[in-house]
């Protein structure tokens, strides 16, 4: 069995306000790094709890990449990390053979309401995405690519909007919530010990219950609409196959889910 863990740090326990995920050189940003090793490597016990013989690999998913410390890596899995990461289009070569994928640490899309630092794709850009006419954020971006190779998605772990959004599109899948949110940088949050269990519970439940999970889909070709928060980022915004239709919107076709952050 080979298992990807997909991270993002917006989601991880302990981290609820923005300094922790966009300041890459700040104390703050740092210690949210530890955090998500923390989490990564209770997943990882998790999943070799359930399948001692898997190939588990974790990916460094946030931001521009490079946010692992490899003295904190658990064994049992390998980690992709680094800078300069290609596109998901140019990364065909990387998912094949993979039987499931674990979302760690992620978050609710751009406007969801008492939500740790909702968004989706850039945190500080304002963007709002539609895939066949739904708003969807990056649970859904991700769970397409990886249902364009067969793979199931099948935990998601974030605050507890992201698993209301997670069971809204995916359905029954495990998910762990590590903390609630009251606003956008406001809520509660548990200590490390009792996060850290309820990941390696939930990732081991997940595995077990992989043959129930479907990859995710959606009816091709898939019509894409990408909207600026204001006229002067969509001025700024150099279009690569959309076309734009107001002040604010792009639209654009993909044949394949894989394509779909290609605007």
């Known amino acids: 069995m080979r298992i990807l863990i ?34 990564a490597a209770a997943v990882v016990k998790g999943c070799r709890e ?3 013989d898997a190939d588990i690999v974790v990916c460094d998913g946030h931001g521009g990449g490079f946010n692992f ?20 289009s140019r990364r065909e070569d990387l998912y094949p053979g993979f039987d499931a994928a674990i979302l760690l640490g992620f978050h609710a899309m751009a406007g969801t309401p008492n939500a740790f630092l909702a968004h989706t794709q850039s945190s500080l850009g304002g963007n709002r995405y539609w ?17 364009h190779f067969g793979i199931p998605v099948i935990m998601v772990s974030g605050d507890d909007a992201t698993a209301r959004e997670t069971r809204r599109f995916l359905g029954d899948v495990v998910t762990v919530s590590v903390k609630e949110a009251l606003g956008e940088q406001f809520g509660f949050l548990l200590a490390p010990q009792e996060a850290h269990a309820r990941l390696r519970a939930g990732a081991a439940r997940a595995v077990h219950c992989l043959p129930e999970r479907r990859p995710f889909s959606l009816e091709l070709p898939i019509r894409g609409r990408l909207r600026f928060p204001d006229k002067s980022r969509a001025d700024a915004f150099r279009p690569r196959r959309s076309n734009r239709v107001d002040d604010y919107t792009f639209e654009a076709v993909f044949e394949r889910a894989l394509d779909i952050y290609e605007f």
């Open 69 to 88: 410390v490899p003295e904190l890596m658990a064994p049992g899995a390998r980690y992709l990390t680094g800078r300069a990461r290609p596109a998901f």
């Open 50 to 52: 359930a399948a001692a």
């Open 6 to 39: 997909s991270t993002d740090l917006e989601g991880v326990s302990g981290v609820c306000v923005w300094e922790q995920t966009r300041e890459p050189t700040g104390a703050m940003y740092q210690e949210a790094r530890r955090l998500l090793m923390a989490d």
């Open 131 to 147: 895939y066949n006419e739904v708003e969807s954020g990056e649970i859904v971006q991700s769970a397409l690519v990886f249902g």
